[in-house]
């Protein structure tokens, strides 16, 4: 019993002083300092042994400006014995916060002088000086620490106040330093580094940085300056000159991969680089010795070849299909290229009904549920364009119950409802895009947001949805890459429906398949026309965005595309585009961006 009862007073006052604890810090926080202080002071009365409870009094009091309390509380704990030298800085800064330099530096060098009693002091009172910004005085503690004992190294710290104080070239020759010496990793290192280094090769730091690396591979032949090479290029967008290191690394590689090289070739090829894109996978289709890496590579320059084609040369990209099936065959580690010649069929040849065969065929093969999805998802797109949709939804259903907590899954969903859409069903397709609001991926989310707002706003003031079946047909025709067709479908909504709901909705459809057949006057036009009439609408930030590239990407009119991208800054805070404006504001008015 008596145990007990000791057991629960020791208790009661852990209890207690959790709670003051709690209340001191709260107080501070709020800026109640005088309240704060009553709490630190009988905490570290109650705990003298505790150092935040002591750090935590002498903010308080200088936050109130009690100086002399600080300092007379400090002297106190400086006379105790093991008293740590961190103390001889925090009664220095109570005097800079006095205005009292000399007095101050007097006691930042006694702080420097106890690392000769103990270099492993070098960490806490650098740190401590680092905490203040006191920088050249953390830069004494860590060199003089490492003197003393050089099994100690703090150039890591050191690189940071380097960067810091504006000593970009220090900085960069120690991070290089410690990452060559193995002493820390290379994408800690770039994480650092990746503040100070822009997208314009012309910045002086990036040109700083490539000196740097150039001189340290004059040096020492190590791979490491070429990987760093590359990822600067790439940071400046210049994949050649990136693909020229990339190359060299994988000739020198003991155990040479082309999974640098590939994922540079996907970067140039989503930059629009296609002409340094084509030549990566020139290089891996030339050069891997591993199949399925081969055969990847000469897809993406199928795909590279399609984006500028014309009809007159499809023949000769099915005759390049039929070779590589003809080498490959159809087995499970080729779905790729099975999918892709169907694709080609359908959306290029409109021939799907070998495509149909093609993935049929191949479903035959023995799949697991993610390979099986793949080829299903592929087969009912085509089904879709074939309008065969009651099959194409068996398919996606089938995909949407077998993987649904999946992307894939929720993708299939999307399917669903958009197919649905095409058929003219539009409350089952509602009834789909509402589970889909709140899918994982932004992406699905975000596009089953605007079919859904689509069927609802224009199915309230039209019972007969005569407007909404039109632009479902052109909608299709669009998918079906039937693109003249689709345009011309929706210029009779714009004529026979104009200042209905859907005509915002139809402008931005129209002016998107304009920009793809490169009118690019017209669908500026379409897109002004949205901003100016349906500024509130939910579209308006969707054609500002796409004003914005347009005027940045194709037209060379940065000012004109900053003027959209400011737009959607202030007037569309929420947009799913938000993100993107800013940076892309930013780039063009020359900030430095990451």
């Not at 004992?149 to 000593?167: F, K, S, V």
């Not at 090769?201 to 040096?219: R, S, T, Y």
């Amino acid at each position: 019993m008596k145990v007990m009862f000791i057991f629960c007073l020791l208790l009661s006052v852990g209890s207690a002083a959790a709670q003051e604890d709690f209340l001191a810090q709260q107080y501070f926080n709020d800026g109640d300092y005088e309240k704060a202080v009553v709490f630190y002071e009988k905490l570290v009365e109650q705990n003298p042994r505790r150092t935040d409870y002591a750090e935590g009094l002498i903010d308080t009091y200088q936050q109130l400006e009690r100086y002399a309390a600080a300092e007379k509380f400090l002297l106190q704990k400086i006379e105790e014995s093991n008293a740590y030298p961190t103390l001889l800085i925090e009664l220095g800064y109570n005097y800079t916060l006095q205005k009292m330099p000399k007095k101050a530096d007097a006691y930042y060098g006694q702080a420097i002088a106890r690392i000769a009693e103990n270099p492993n002091f070098g960490y806490g009172v650098g740190f401590r000086f680092q905490k203040y910004v006191l920088l050249d005085w953390a830069l004494k503690a860590y060199t003089k620490a490492m003197e003393l004992n050089p099994q100690l190294d703090y150039n890591y710290q050191m690189a940071r106040i380097y960067g810091e104080q504006g000593d970009i070239e220090k900085m960069y020759v120690s991070y290089l330093k410690l990452v060559s010496e193995g002493k820390t990793s290379r994408s800690n290192v770039l994480r650092q580094i990746d503040d100070f280094v822009t997208s314009d090769p012309e910045n002086d730091n990036n040109l700083l940085f490539k000196q740097v690396l150039l001189k340290n591979a004059q040096k020492s032949p190590d791979l490491l300056w070429n990987e760093l090479l590359s990822w600067l290029f790439v940071k400046q967008k210049q994949y050649d000159s990136a693909f020229r290191q990339e190359k060299a690394l994988y000739k020198r590689m003991d155990a040479p991969s082309m999974q640098r090289l590939e994922g540079l070739g996907d970067l140039a090829l989503e930059d629009t680089e296609t002409g340094t894109a084509k030549e990566i996978f020139e290089y891996i289709a030339d050069n891997s010795g591993e199949e399925i890496t081969k055969l990847n590579a000469q897809l993406q320059l199928i795909d590279i070849q399609l984006l500028n084609t014309e009809e007159k040369d499809l023949d000769a990209i099915q005759k390049k299909f039929d070779e590589l099936v003809a080498i490959h065959g159809y087995k499970n580690q080729t779905l790729q290229l099975q999918v892709a010649y169907s694709n080609f069929l359908t959306f290029e040849k409109n021939t799907p009904e070998p495509a149909i065969d093609l993935l049929k065929k191949s479903l035959d093969l023995p799949l697991n549920d993610r390979a099986d999805a793949f080829v299903t998802l592929a087969l009912g797109d085509i089904l879709v364009y074939d309008k065969k949709f009651n099959q194409a939804l068996i398919y996606f259903s089938q995909i949407q119950k077998k993987l649904k907590n999946d992307v894939m899954g929720q993708n299939a969903r999307f399917k669903v409802a958009q197919t649905s859409f095409y058929k003219g069903d539009f409350d089952w397709a509602l009834t789909q895009l509402k589970v889909l609001r709140s899918s994982t991926s932004q992406l699905i989310a975000n596009d089953a947001m605007q079919l859904s707002l689509l069927i609802s706003d224009n199915s309230l003031e039209d019972s007969t949805q005569t407007a909404l079946k039109k632009y479902a047909r052109a909608d299709l025709l669009a998918y079906q890459n039937k693109k003249k067709e689709a345009i011309a479908e929706l210029d009779g909504i714009l004529t026979d429906h104009k200042g209905e709901k859907i005509e915002d909705e139809a402008l931005l459809k129209q002016a998107e398949l304009l920009e793809s057949i490169q009118d690019y006057e017209a669908a500026e036009f379409n897109y002004r026309k949205i901003t100016e009439f349906y500024a509130n609408g939910i579209l308006a930030d969707d054609a500002h965005f796409a004003l914005g590239e347009l005027y940045r990407n194709v037209l060379d009119e940065p000012e004109k595309a900053k003027a959209e991208y400011e737009k959607i800054i202030y007037n569309y805070q929420d947009s799913y585009y938000f993100p993107q404006a800013r940076k892309n504001f930013r780039i063009l008015r020359g900030d430095a961006v990451n």
